[in-house]
């Protein structure tokens, strides 16, 4: 059937002529003037142009009638003009309604330029086609192929369509039925794609054509798309027509489910996720060619989620893993192995996933993980991970029960890479547990070690309070960062002695406090020693050489103490006690240790009340000239006479008076006493050249106590030179600094200045020099070795001889007998003191002896 049929253009042409016969007709009868000759021959000329018009009209419709496809010639606006019966049966509609219906009400959708407009009188539009549903007189859709050209006639558009089932047929038995699904699938949010074994679209529902981007283009097809690279899969890789679902589906002749593809829009910049899954309908071959129908989800936001939830877990470093217990199965996402380097499998069993963790943390991974199925609340719980390289990994696990029906089915756990937290961790930890200025442990970090040891129930621990002597001179005499460099030096030294065995740490100023383990506890007194000795050497600041001593007190536990706070309190009495013996040695916790602290604690309770009590008074022992026997002086030497103690000796309370300071209030007292005493002796004719009085070097290290001196002799108008101090050598290699300007002091009122016991510290030559001394005492006890021990001779007559030779004055104490007189004498020593001359005596009886001695003198 063409447009251009001469059939078509002599029907034409006859209706025409028809219509003018017919108007002629009307013209004849009409008017007064009627001509009935004219009126009878246009009625045959109508009456035979309308039988030719039937004739050919019928010949027409027989022409319509024989073609076998469905036929429909419409109007400019649509609407049907003709059908043929082909077209009548497609569409289950008799003639009459099917004639001036819009073809737009049978059709769904209703394919755009239809009818065209761009026909010209002389040459019909090319042909044109499009799919859609056909909506059917009985009601059934069906999906049909149009094929139509347009055409004008007498400038009126014109279209004629040929209808046809859409081909292949998905399904042709029941094609009403498929029409009708496929119309359904519209509604539908999924996009649904039907592909023949070409790949070319069949179908595509609403929701494909927009997830594809199709528009309305009829039929739709993946071409463009694909041409202009639109569809990537999820690395971003253009995808060809190989490369879709449909395709690998159709070719593996299996369904392909869940696969993930891009559709990139350019004109938004952005892309759209689609989820395909695809499935053959080989089935349908023996209809035609096999179909493939794909389901199309748009997952944007899911796949935009997921995406930035990855690169969340990514730069948190997490990965997740799930646990079902019933099945023995652990599920694992792959960031366990790009965040900790270790190769977990996505699924394993429990025993080989617990096998990653490091030994020691595995039982309380399993416990947590037990203890997580139980609880409703998460828990956290920190391993380590050994990862491939070696590298071991702290992780922190977070599980939690997820659970059905009040069951808990499974453990959702995420997995954090917290190493850099503990290496942060750990580093503040050493850190804070260093000593900044020794390099030692710090003061937290050496109690907690001691903490540690001793909480082994079979620890044998020995611990070491270390205290530097003298040091606050240092810092005095040379500054606090040479004091700071010194301490430094002292902990190298310490560190040096005992090398890595022994953890050394540093717990205030110059305070150190040493644990020994089991081992070397056992050998704790040596090591005790070997640090004493250590400190032998002077240690240099520039070009000085400054010797530093350590006293140690050494304690043990259990041994000593039942707690730690006891052991470091015992140490660090032992410590005190063993600076109070005399410094630069150390002393172990015993039972005569602990009696002596008990006998301090006594002797310095009641030490405290003595003098206003009246219990301390002053003994005086004759000072005699070997050459004419006669009594020169004498030295005041203190006694204490508790109620409750008894008779003290001063060797017993002056150093527990020189602890506490108690000495210096005391040291007051003798002074004024032995002032008041030579000057009643004055008084009462006893003229004494000299009197001696001991002066502690605590009473020295306050320079007030010169001028306390001196206002005692102005009290009892005493000339300076009636007076003698005796100092300890100690006073010569210590405070040195501290005492010159006090013994400047008294020296300059006349005051005598004697080193008592000399001999038995350090000799200090040098510093003897530097001092304003007048005597040298040699100490009674190396008085008692002479004539018959060679050892004390010898020092004798070394002393001796450095008084000579420093022009200094030597007094020999203790001289017990005639030998040792004899012995003093040959050496050129003038006075002497000792029990052969007299013991200390009451001021009563020394006056009595003085008197005696000068009548028999
Ligand atoms: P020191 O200053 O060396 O006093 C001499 C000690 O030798 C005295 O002991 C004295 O009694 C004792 N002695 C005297 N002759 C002999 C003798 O022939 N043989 C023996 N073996 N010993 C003899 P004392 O009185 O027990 O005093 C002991 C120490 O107490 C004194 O030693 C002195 O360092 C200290 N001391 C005594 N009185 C005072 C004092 O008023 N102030 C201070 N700071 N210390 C004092
Ligand atoms: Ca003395
Ligand atoms: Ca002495």
């Given at each position: 059937m063409h447009p251009g049929d001469p059939v078509r253009a002599e029907l034409r042409r006859l209706r025409e002529a028809h219509a003018d016969a017919l108007a002629d007709m009307a013209r004849a009868a009409a008017?007064?003037?009627?001509d009935p000759e004219r009126l009878r021959s246009a009625r045959s000329e109508a009456d035979r142009l309308a039988g030719e018009l039937i004739a050919l009209a019928s010949r027409h419709q027989r022409r319509m009638e024989a073609v076998p496809e469905p036929v429909l010639v419409l109007d400019?606006?649509?609407?049907?003009l003709e059908a043929n019966p082909a077209a009548c049966e497609f569409l289950r509609q008799p003639p009459e309604e099917l004639?001036?219906?819009?073809?737009s009400r049978l059709l769904?959708?209703?394919?755009?330029?239809?009818?065209?407009?761009?026909?010209?009188e002389r040459d019909a539009a090319p042909p044109r086609r499009a799919r859609a549903v056909l909506r059917r007189g009985d009601g059934s859709d069906l999906a049909a192929e149009l094929c139509w050209r347009s055409f004008a006639e007498s400038g009126e558009r014109r279209a004629i369509v040929v209808l046809r089932e859409?081909?292949?047929?998905?399904e042709p038995a029941a094609n009403a039925d498929r029409s009708r699904e496929l119309a359904l699938l519209d509604g539908l949010p999924l996009g649904v794609l039907v592909e023949d074994a070409l790949g070319r679209v069949l179908h595509a529902n609403a929701s494909a054509r927009e997830l594809l981007g199709?528009?309305?283009?009829?039929?739709?097809?993946?071409d463009a798309l694909l041409a202009r690279g639109g569809l990537v899969d999820v690395e971003g890789r253009r995808l060809g027509r190989e490369d879709l679902p449909s395709r690998i589906a159709l070719a593996r002749r299996a369904p392909v489910r869940g696969a993930l593809l891009a559709v990139l829009d350019p004109d938004r910049g952005g892309r759209r996720w689609l989820q395909v899954s695809a499935s053959p309908r080989l089935e349908d071959q023996g209809a035609g060619s096999p179909l493939v129908v794909s389901v199309i989800e748009d997952v944007t936001p899911l796949q935009r989620d997921r995406e930035l939830f990855a690169r969340a877990q990514r730069l948190a470093r997490i990965a997740g893993f799930e646990w079902w217990p019933a099945a023995d199965r652990v599920l694992c996402t792959p960031q366990w192995n790009e965040i900790f380097g270790i190769d977990l499998p996505a699924e394993l069993r429990l025993e080989a996933f617990l096998a990653r963790f490091a030994a020691d943390d595995r039982p309380r991974l399993v416990e947590a993980l037990a203890e997580a199925l139980r609880r409703p609340s998460e828990i956290a719980i920190e391993c380590r991970v050994s990862a491939r390289d070696g590298r071991r990994c702290w992780v922190r696990l977070l599980l939690q029960a997820i659970r059905l029906g009040g069951e808990a089915a499974h453990l959702a756990g995420t997995a954090q890479d917290i190493t850099e937290e503990k290496l942060r961790e750990e580093d503040l930890r050493i850190r804070s547990d260093?000593?900044?200025?020794?390099?030692?442990?710090s003061r937290e970090a050496i109690l907690r070690a001691v903490h540690e040891q001793a909480a082994n129930p079979l620890a044998r621990i020995a611990v070491l309070h270390l205290d530097v002597d003298r040091f606050k001179l240092v810092n005095e005499v040379f500054g606090h960062e040479a004091g700071d460099r010194m301490l430094a030096a002292v902990g190298a030294r310490l560190r040096a002695a005992l090398g890595a065995r022994a953890q050394i740490g540093r717990l205030t100023g110059d305070e150190f406090l040493i644990v020994l383990g089991d081992e070397l506890a056992r050998r704790a007194e040596s090591i005790a020693e070997l640090l004493v000795r250590a400190f032998d050497r002077p240690f240099r600041h520039g070009e000085q050489e400054i010797p530093l001593g350590v006293s140690i007190g050494l304690a043990r536990y259990p041994d000593d103490a039942s707690d730690v706070r006891e052991l470091l309190t015992r140490a660090d009495g032992a410590m005190h006690q063993a600076k109070r013996r005399g410094r630069k040695g150390w002393l172990a916790v015993s039972a005569s240790l602990a009696r002596e602290l008990a006998e301090r604690v006594t002797i310095e309770s009641h030490l405290r009340r003595a003098l206003e009590l009246g219990e301390l008074r002053l003994l005086y022992q004759p000072k005699v000239d070997?050459?004419?026997?006669?009594?020169t002086g004498a030295e005041a030497l203190l006694r204490w006479h508790s109620p409750q103690l008894g008779t003290v000796a001063p060797d017993r309370f002056v150093p527990h008076a020189e602890a506490s300071g108690e000495i210096v209030r005391i040291g007051r007292w003798v002074i004024d006493q032995a002032c008041a005493q030579l000057a009643a002796w004055r008084r009462a004719g006893?003229?004494?050249e000299q009197l001696a009085v001991n002066l502690s070097y605590r009473q020295l290290m306050d320079t007030r106590v010169a001028d306390e001196v001196l206002r005692a002799l102005f009290e009892q108008q005493?000339?300076?030179?009636l007076l003698e101090v005796e100092i300890t050598e100690r006073i010569l290699t210590e405070e040195v600094e501290d005492v010159r300007p006090v013994l400047q002091a008294l020296r300059a009122a006349g005051v005598s200045i004697a080193i008592d016991d000399?001999?038995?510290?350090?000799?200090?030559l040098d510093r003897l020099r530097r001092l304003p001394i007048q005597a040298l005492k040699i100490s009674h006890r190396f008085t008692a070795?002479?004539?018959?021990?060679a050892g004390d001779v010898a020092i004798c007559q070394a002393i001796i001889g450095v008084a000579r030779s420093l022009g200094l004055e030597v007094v020999a104490e203790g001289v017990e007998n005639e030998a040792q007189r004899g012995f003093m004498q040959r050496q050129g020593v003038r006075l002497a003191q000792g029990f052969l001359f007299a013991?200390?005596?009451a001021a009563e009886e020394f006056a009595q002896f003085y008197r005696e001695r000068r009548a028999g003198g």
């Amino acid at each position: 059937m063409h447009p251009g049929d001469p059939v078509r253009a002599e029907l034409r042409r006859l209706r025409e002529a028809h219509a003018d016969a017919l108007a002629d007709m009307a013209r004849a009868a009409a008017g007064a003037a009627a001509d009935p000759e004219r009126l009878r021959s246009a009625r045959s000329e109508a009456d035979r142009l309308a039988g030719e018009l039937i004739a050919l009209a019928s010949r027409h419709q027989r022409r319509m009638e024989a073609v076998p496809e469905p036929v429909l010639v419409l109007d400019g606006d649509g609407r049907i003009l003709e059908a043929n019966p082909a077209a009548c049966e497609f569409l289950r509609q008799p003639p009459e309604e099917l004639l001036a219906t819009p073809i737009s009400r049978l059709l769904r959708p209703c394919p755009p330029g239809l009818p065209a407009s761009e026909a010209t009188e002389r040459d019909a539009a090319p042909p044109r086609r499009a799919r859609a549903v056909l909506r059917r007189g009985d009601g059934s859709d069906l999906a049909a192929e149009l094929c139509w050209r347009s055409f004008a006639e007498s400038g009126e558009r014109r279209a004629i369509v040929v209808l046809r089932e859409a081909s292949p047929a998905p399904e042709p038995a029941a094609n009403a039925d498929r029409s009708r699904e496929l119309a359904l699938l519209d509604g539908l949010p999924l996009g649904v794609l039907v592909e023949d074994a070409l790949g070319r679209v069949l179908h595509a529902n609403a929701s494909a054509r927009e997830l594809l981007g199709l528009g309305e283009q009829d039929p739709p097809s993946l071409d463009a798309l694909l041409a202009r690279g639109g569809l990537v899969d999820v690395e971003g890789r253009r995808l060809g027509r190989e490369d879709l679902p449909s395709r690998i589906a159709l070719a593996r002749r299996a369904p392909v489910r869940g696969a993930l593809l891009a559709v990139l829009d350019p004109d938004r910049g952005g892309r759209r996720w689609l989820q395909v899954s695809a499935s053959p309908r080989l089935e349908d071959q023996g209809a035609g060619s096999p179909l493939v129908v794909s389901v199309i989800e748009d997952v944007t936001p899911l796949q935009r989620d997921r995406e930035l939830f990855a690169r969340a877990q990514r730069l948190a470093r997490i990965a997740g893993f799930e646990w079902w217990p019933a099945a023995d199965r652990v599920l694992c996402t792959p960031q366990w192995n790009e965040i900790f380097g270790i190769d977990l499998p996505a699924e394993l069993r429990l025993e080989a996933f617990l096998a990653r963790f490091a030994a020691d943390d595995r039982p309380r991974l399993v416990e947590a993980l037990a203890e997580a199925l139980r609880r409703p609340s998460e828990i956290a719980i920190e391993c380590r991970v050994s990862a491939r390289d070696g590298r071991r990994c702290w992780v922190r696990l977070l599980l939690q029960a997820i659970r059905l029906g009040g069951e808990a089915a499974h453990l959702a756990g995420t997995a954090q890479d917290i190493t850099e937290e503990k290496l942060r961790e750990e580093d503040l930890r050493i850190r804070s547990d260093t000593d900044l200025l020794t390099g030692l442990l710090s003061r937290e970090a050496i109690l907690r070690a001691v903490h540690e040891q001793a909480a082994n129930p079979l620890a044998r621990i020995a611990v070491l309070h270390l205290d530097v002597d003298r040091f606050k001179l240092v810092n005095e005499v040379f500054g606090h960062e040479a004091g700071d460099r010194m301490l430094a030096a002292v902990g190298a030294r310490l560190r040096a002695a005992l090398g890595a065995r022994a953890q050394i740490g540093r717990l205030t100023g110059d305070e150190f406090l040493i644990v020994l383990g089991d081992e070397l506890a056992r050998r704790a007194e040596s090591i005790a020693e070997l640090l004493v000795r250590a400190f032998d050497r002077p240690f240099r600041h520039g070009e000085q050489e400054i010797p530093l001593g350590v006293s140690i007190g050494l304690a043990r536990y259990p041994d000593d103490a039942s707690d730690v706070r006891e052991l470091l309190t015992r140490a660090d009495g032992a410590m005190h006690q063993a600076k109070r013996r005399g410094r630069k040695g150390w002393l172990a916790v015993s039972a005569s240790l602990a009696r002596e602290l008990a006998e301090r604690v006594t002797i310095e309770s009641h030490l405290r009340r003595a003098l206003e009590l009246g219990e301390l008074r002053l003994l005086y022992q004759p000072k005699v000239d070997l050459r004419t026997g006669r009594v020169t002086g004498a030295e005041a030497l203190l006694r204490w006479h508790s109620p409750q103690l008894g008779t003290v000796a001063p060797d017993r309370f002056v150093p527990h008076a020189e602890a506490s300071g108690e000495i210096v209030r005391i040291g007051r007292w003798v002074i004024d006493q032995a002032c008041a005493q030579l000057a009643a002796w004055r008084r009462a004719g006893i003229a004494l050249e000299q009197l001696a009085v001991n002066l502690s070097y605590r009473q020295l290290m306050d320079t007030r106590v010169a001028d306390e001196v001196l206002r005692a002799l102005f009290e009892q108008q005493l000339q300076g030179e009636l007076l003698e101090v005796e100092i300890t050598e100690r006073i010569l290699t210590e405070e040195v600094e501290d005492v010159r300007p006090v013994l400047q002091a008294l020296r300059a009122a006349g005051v005598s200045i004697a080193i008592d016991d000399f001999g038995e510290g350090y000799s200090a030559l040098d510093r003897l020099r530097r001092l304003p001394i007048q005597a040298l005492k040699i100490s009674h006890r190396f008085t008692a070795g002479v004539p018959h021990i060679a050892g004390d001779v010898a020092i004798c007559q070394a002393i001796i001889g450095v008084a000579r030779s420093l022009g200094l004055e030597v007094v020999a104490e203790g001289v017990e007998n005639e030998a040792q007189r004899g012995f003093m004498q040959r050496q050129g020593v003038r006075l002497a003191q000792g029990f052969l001359f007299a013991r200390p005596l009451a001021a009563e009886e020394f006056a009595q002896f003085y008197r005696e001695r000068r009548a028999g003198g």
